[in-house]
């Protein structure tokens, strides 16, 4: 099992910044792929980027391209989403997945992911 916990959300003016933080623990996997999604309401689910276990390998969703940056620890356990130039329709719920059989490979689509955090909501204002 892996347990998934988000931290840094929160409200910020447009064009601001944010960092989020997802800390892994349990199990873990040298093929695994951690991604971010994020969840507006009334909406499905998107993929926002992920990175693969070495942290070599990054993708991006493309509204979120050249603003977002995901990163991982050289310990494995954490996952962070820098979010900077933020707009409105950022805002969203947004979760932290784990795919423990990726291979490096970025799923773009939530049924890949086999672990999944509560979310922490961010909020952009115009």
């Known amino acids: 099992q892996v347990q998934l916990v988000e931290s840094g959300g929160g409200l910020v003016q447009a064009g601001g910044s944010l960092r989020l933080s997802c800390a892994s623990s349990?199990?873990?996997?040298?093929?695994?792929?951690m991604g971010w999604f994020r969840q507006a309401p009334g909406k499905e689910r998107v993929f926002v980027a992920g990175?693969?276990?070495?942290?070599?390998?990054?993708d991006y969703g493309d509204s979120v391209k050249g603003r977002f940056t995901i990163s991982r620890d050289n310990a494995k356990t954490t996952v962070f989403l820098q979010m900077d130039n933020l707009k409105p329709e950022d805002t969203a719920v947004y979760h932290c997945?784990?795919?423990?059989?990726?291979?490096?490979?970025?799923?773009?689509?939530?049924?890949?992911?086999?672990?999944w955090g509560q979310g922490t909501q961010v909020t952009v204002s115009s």
């Open positions: 990175v693969s276990w070495s942290g070599g390998r990054t």
């Open positions: 997945a784990y795919d423990q059989n990726g291979y490096g490979i970025v799923q773009h689509t939530p049924g890949a992911y086999d672990y």
């Open positions: 349990g199990r873990t996997f040298s093929s695994s792929v």
